[in-house]
């Protein structure tokens, strides 16, 4: 029983320690500066170099991952990649508060995914949540109101809206996000005890989208020299006005959004999702989206959200609570002891 209560307690800290990293990987992305699709390869690789000494161990201390969990964690990694890809310009253009919450669609397509492919049943809330859900989402990317969730900078990019832009690829990120989380999850299911294996895998995936996007649709390619901000804001011609040198501290940046960030984050998140109550694993994780757009993103970029973004992050953060049943949490009255 000590024993179990040890293994808890490591699971509980190892989740909370992945989930401040998670807090803090959109601003690490807007500190380090790099190009989108440079920044997605550059996290990715740091993050592999840092995984493969500790999934070596792993293989020789438990056995190699069976071929399922090899196709599963690959296919995984795959749509992390475009999730990453597309994340990081929603990034720059909502800024990183709003991009954390405008992940947060991944509710309405992982159980959409178990219900199509594993028949799990989907409760009829689903159906109510799923377009509040897509609201909220619109709300908080700034559409209603024409703004990009920074200070300064162009109103439109490629003849577009910034906000709409923006919100569009952060929804990308979030469809993608919740297509990784589903197959990451059957991962696991199959390999229960290999937690380094997966990442590893799905880390080397992921490099094979940003790859793509900046090989055909990028202008800028594998850009080392110039990143996306000028004196930390976008230049009012981002398509055609290149950003500030890269620095020294940009690649610190890089290298703590690489380790902490990839490696550290999603390995200590998924070690704790699968030994913690799927519920508590669900209200902790809230706190990730909720310190980067409330505290994080403020204190470092001064992203202040309008009123009606607010109202959209508050929308979008209780239909995650309710579609994993915290209010059922909070609300549960204590048991009480019947006296004989």
Not at 42 to 56: D, E, K, N, Q, V
Not at 158 to 184: H, R
Not at 316 to 331: S, T
């Amino acid at each position: 029983m000590q024993q179990s209560g040890a293994s808890n307690a490591r699971a509980y800290l190892l989740l909370l320690i992945g989930i401040a990293a998670l807090a803090f990987t959109a601003p690490w992305v807007k500190l380090s500066n790099f190009e989108p699709a440079t920044s997605a390869i550059l996290r990715c690789t740091i993050g592999l170099i840092a995984l493969l000494p500790f999934a070596y161990i792993e293989v020789k201390k438990i056995g190699a991952l069976n071929k399922q969990g090899v196709i599963l964690s690959i296919v995984a990694g795959l749509f992390l990649g475009i999730d990453f890809t597309a994340w990081n310009y929603s990034i720059f253009y909502v800024g990183s508060g709003i991009a954390s919450i405008l992940l947060n669609l991944q509710i309405i397509i992982l159980p959409a995914l178990a219900f199509l492919f594993d028949r799990e049943r989907i409760p009829k809330s689903y159906f109510i949540i799923a377009p509040i859900m897509i609201l909220g989402v619109v709300m908080s990317g700034g559409v209603f109101d024409g703004t990009s969730g920074t200070t300064e900078g162009p109103s439109t990019v490629y003849g577009m809206n910034i906000a709409i832009l923006g919100t569009l690829c952060g929804m990308t990120s979030g469809c993608c996000y919740g297509i990784y989380l589903y197959t990451s999850r059957k991962a696991t299911k199959v390999n229960m005890r290999q937690i380094v294996q997966p990442m590893a895998l799905a880390t080397a995936a992921q490099l094979v989208a940003p790859i793509i996007f900046m090989t055909f649709f990028s202008d800028r390619g594998f850009d080392l020299v110039n990143g996306v901000m000028v004196s930390g804001a976008l230049p009012m011609n981002p398509e055609t006005t290149l950003g500030d040198p890269i620095t020294t501290m940009n690649w610190f940046w890089m290298l703590v959004l690489g380790i902490l960030g990839q490696a550290v984050a999603w390995t200590f998140v998924q070690y704790g999702s699968v030994r913690l109550n799927s519920t508590i694993v669900a209200g902790l994780l809230l706190l990730s989206p909720i310190s980067t757009v409330a505290i994080i993103s403020i204190i470092l970029f001064s992203e202040i959200p309008t009123s009606i973004q607010v109202l959209g992050v508050v929308i979008v953060l209780a239909a995650v609570a309710y579609q994993n049943n915290l209010h059922k949490v909070l609300f549960k009255k204590p048991a009480t002891k019947k006296v004989a």
